[in-house]
């Protein structure tokens, strides 16, 4: 047997002998766009029009506008965002009088709507769009069209082996048309050769990534514009209506409509929450989860369901999560004549992670002292779930095991009139007055459940009847994400397509020599530097000889057996791509 694993022709360089030699048959592994204006744009518009188009749609463009996105996405997540806390935003105004300014004209407040973001993800799209079009009418093109016919020479090529065999030429041709359908490779007989194809899971890994890249963009992009996202405190025994008043605090996307929220309603039946009693991790929730009843539709019919953490109730769109808990001492409050002017379980705020709480009840009708006169009560409520002797500051363990609830009253205007906005967990004290005890010193008391703190001179009495337990719950609409999470899916698995599988061409000539004998010629070529091109070939070649074995050199006199290798090797050319 001989073989040959030439280089280039004496003087010639590798890429020009390549260029004259491969022809067709080296084009086209790649559905990337020739550059046609390499040497600058042509004069005129419609030059400078192509110019610009061909360079938008480059990759080293689009991935230039990805940087670009992230880069910018940086300050919405470290400035305070108007469409999300509009809270902070002003408070931000009120610290940095010089900076605020700087930022609204720089749109920083507003990152995501702004219109220099808008701009980068738009050019970003229109990028991605211009390179998977013409990609894509081209790979359907050559999938549509015959691997091309063999190169005159294909010693040029960069894996390459050859042999001598007493097998007739259609023979040879017929087994390795044969062997290469069988190795899945699109394979068919062109003139005295077999051309096959193989790897275009490559280029469907490379267009699905681009495709998935846009399917993500428009699934951000509908997900921001119409998404909604709220909060609602919901006390044992309580429910909720998704109804935008009903909401704590409420926040959407710029297209979102109140229509678009879905019909539904919820009752919180019961919390439970266990948590561990002994150990390093003394403390740490075990159990956390709600019970609820809930009902679709103005005329639905109940359903019940559990809400875990991390477990959400799902209703068409919407997703209802858990997110908090803590505890609703049930008060009573009695005016001066006995009668009861406010009955209801009071939302505590925890403080720590024992859920040491505070909060501030507020009487705001119906009171009257015992002289008749009507006054507003407030008090600020401290309650510790685990009461222990010594640790009146904080509460020991975050279950009910020995609750115990501190008030402090107060009598007169609560300012809630004024039309100035004040948070239900706090207390303004400046129109306010002191309860005193017998000693002239402020009103104070601690209650156990059960237990009623007596106000003095007659003015009435405050009675902790017991503890409920309450869940804070965040409802979020955020439509295509769904599609956000299948794009992603997408875009991994076809990035993975596009970098480990390689496309490859192989050809096998057999031709009558001018002894008679059979030369037969085998070469590989990739489209990027691979050594598994030569490696494969040489696994054809070993099958493919087996079928068609070689014949003695007629110049070597006398050769034997032994001095005929048994198979062919492959080893890739000089000068030539490896």
Sequence with gaps: MSKSTVGPAPGETPAASDEQDLGAAGSQLSTAPVDTLASGPALGLIGWARWFWRQLTS???????????????????????????????????????????????????????????????????????????????????????????????????????????????????????????????????????????????????????????IVMLVAFACGQLYKSEGNKLVVEGDGFSNTLTQYNDFKSGNLFSTDNLNPFSFTLDKFTGTYETSGPNTGTARTFQSAITYSVGAYGKDKKAVVKVNHPLEIDDSKIYLTAHGYAPVITVRDGKGNVVYRDAVPLLPLDSNITSSGVIKVLDGYRDAKGVGEQLGISAFFLPTYTKGSEAASTFPALRNPVLNLTPYHGDLGVDSGIPQSVYQLDKSHMKEFKDSKGAQLRDNLKPGETMTLPNGAGSVTYEGTKEWANFQITQQPASGWALGGAIAAIFGLAGSLFLQRRRVWVRAVKGDDGVTVVEMGGLGRSESAKVPEELGDLAGILYDQAPSTPDPDTPGPSASSVSPEPEVVPAEGAEK
């Design 59 to 213: 990759m080293r463009v689009a991935l230039l506008l990805l940087l670009l996105l992230a880069l910018g996405a940086i300050p919405g997540s470290l400035i305070p965002q108007s469409g999300t806390d509009e809270t902070k935003v002003a408070e931000f105004r009120q610290a940095h009088g010089t900076l605020a300014p700087v930022y609204d004209r720089l749109g920083l407040f507003h990152v995501y709507s702004s219109v220099w973001f808008s701009a980068i993800y738009i050019l970003l799209f229109v990028s991605l769009i211009g390179c998977i079009v013409p990609r894509t009418w081209q790979f359907v093109g050559q999938l549509r069209s015959r691997p091309p016919g063999a190169p005159k020479r294909l010693t040029r090529l960069p894996a390459y082996t050859t042999w001598r065999t007493d097998t007739e030429p259609e023979q040879v041709r017929a087994a390795a048309l044969t062997l290469l359908r069988k190795r899945r490779f699109r394979a068919h007989p062109a003139g005295d050769a077999v051309a096959a194809e193989k790897g275009y899971l490559r280029e469907v890994g490379n267009l699905s990534f681009h495709i998935a890249l």
